[in-house]
């Protein structure tokens, strides 16, 4: 388990190298990750040299600096906390907009299949963080029932 922390004037950078590590936003700049410490070390490289080759042809580019630091059973404690209250947020949030798409749903509107297949990704990225972290939100079957409900509902659609 990994914390990066990443400090730049670049929200898209931040961002990039977040998807990229496929971490968990603990607070703006800090990724709580799972990934194996070479594909984390690869995605840094990665932003870096893309910071590179910006201020070499522009003469300018966004300030970046980075820290991986490699988390021990013990600060891994200290931090899932953090972890845990993003991930409740998460699940939160995805919840409710899964009822507003089972509603819209229901409406018959077919215009909606992009929308669950979006929800349908930030899903299965939900569950693989709880999995990985070994965290479960305390809404999480009620979360299941829901996605359930939105997927019956998008067989119908098609």
Do not use: C, T
Not at 34 to 61: L, T
């Amino acid at each position: 388990m990994f914390l990066v922390l990443v400090k730049s004037d670049s929200r898209e950078l931040v961002k990039r190298l977040g998807r990229m590590v496929d971490g968990l936003e603990l607070l703006e700049g800090v990724f709580l990750v799972w990934a194996p410490r070479d594909k984390v070390a690869k995605a840094v490289d990665a932003v870096k040299r893309n910071v590179i080759r910006r201020w070499e042809e522009e003469g300018r580019g966004p300030m970046f600096e980075v820290a991986v630091v490699e988390l021990g059973e013990a600060q891994y404690k200290e931090v899932r906390p953090l972890a845990k209250a993003v991930v409740e947020k998460m699940a939160e949030a995805l919840l409710e907009e899964m009822e507003r798409l089972h509603e819209k749903m229901r409406s018959g509107d077919r215009k909606v299949l992009g929308w669950y297949r979006d929800v349908a990704a930030r899903y299965q990225r939900l569950v693989d963080i709880s999995l990985a972290l070994d965290i479960e939100p305390s809404i999480m079957g009620r979360l299941r029932d829901k996605w359930k409900e939105v997927s019956l509902e998008a067989g119908r659609l098609r």
